[in-house]
């Protein structure tokens, strides 16, 4: 029976579909030292990841008998993917499966930031009894999302999954991707079927001049920085949920204490997972820990997906 190690482990429905297709799949997690040694010593075939799990060439190198690395989502920086496929393995991931998770994920950001939750849920267990009407008062300004135009950095699955929501929100779109042109974006109306929107993509700085959120979908480098927050309208947000770096933080910290960005949603971080404290502790930022594709029906999703790829790659 062929052997499968899920690294980092894998959804349940994933793991049934392999073992029916003949596969023995093993979940225990074998530390990135050990990793080629129990490889090689295990005979296993495959080897599934997430982010945790590095499979770079010298672990390549050292695993002869190895024909499938597969990554449970989306960005696979951790692995070296070239190197791989030249070796002849075969390079898996499931970039559809946690596309909806990520783009509800930026929704919460936006909610939490106009409305002030990310302040508010620190402040008032240590206020809220004392300090209510003062709370009250610093929370009225609020504003909502419906009109205001969303900025998309990036319009790939995530980004048009986020188009969808602000769509279904009553949103402006405004896109940008230099391999896209245009997009129908799907709107699934309960109880009233599917409507395609038309999406065409524009040049970045004028994504940048429209948007009142924006929000980044890229799979890595340095987009945004004190250069591109200057052309944003002043007061505009900022939500990272793509990789860390892609807004550079220190241009970002000194943005949002000049009131130039209003606030700003993070899940991705420079230093993950140790990201500075001056971000951490920031009244003007919400903050997830890379939870972007953190949801049971996404993991289901990815898990399915994997096995799928992982069946053919190996029939």
């Not at 200057?230 to 943005?255: Q, S, Y």
Request: net charge negative; with cysteine; hydrophobic share 50%.
């Amino acid at each position: 029976m062929k052997k499968i190690l899920a690294n980092d482990g894998i959804d349940a429905k994933g793991k049934q579909l392999l073992e029916a297709a003949g596969f023995e799949v093993i979940t225990t997690k074998v530390e990135q030292a050990a990793l080629a040694d129990a490889i090689n010593a295990e005979g296993y075939v495959a080897l599934t990841v997430r982010s945790a799990t590095q499979v770079r060439a010298a672990l390549i190198d050292a695993c002869p008998g190895l024909k499938v690395i597969a990554r449970g989502g989306v960005g696979m920086d951790n692995i070296d993917v070239d190197y791989a496929k030249s070796k002849g393995l075969a390079v898996i991931n499931t970039p559809a499966a946690s596309s909806h998770s990520v783009a509800e994920l930026v929704f919460a950001h936006l909610f939490t930031g106009v409305r002030f939750l990310h302040d508010a849920n620190r402040r008032m267990p240590a206020e809220g009894d004392t300090a209510f009407a003062t709370l009250k008062k610093n929370y009225a300004g609020g504003s909502e999302l419906r009109g205001k135009t969303i900025g998309i950095i990036g319009f790939g699955r995530i980004g048009q999954a986020v188009a969808s929501i602000a769509l279904g929100l009553g949103m402006k779109v405004a896109a940008h991707d230099p391999y896209l042109t245009a997009a129908d974006v799907a709107v699934t109306i309960e109880g009233a079927g599917e409507i395609k929107v038309n999406i065409v993509t524009t040049a970045m700085q004028d994504v940048l001049a429209a948007a009142d959120f924006l929000t980044l979908h890229v799979p890595g480098g340095q987009m945004i920085g004190a250069a591109e927050m200057a052309i944003m309208k002043k007061g505009a947000a900022i939500v990272n949920a793509a990789r860390g770096g892609v807004v550079n933080e220190d241009d970002l910290l000194a943005a949002l204490n000049s009131g130039q960005i209003g606030f700003a949603g993070l899940d991705v971080f420079n230093n993950e997972p140790t990201p500075r404290k001056d971000i951490l502790t920031h009244p003007k930022i919400s903050l997830t820990p890379h939870i972007g594709a953190s949801t049971d029906e996404a993991q289901e999703r990815i898990g399915i997906e994997l096995a799928e790829h992982i069946i053919a790659a190996l029939a």
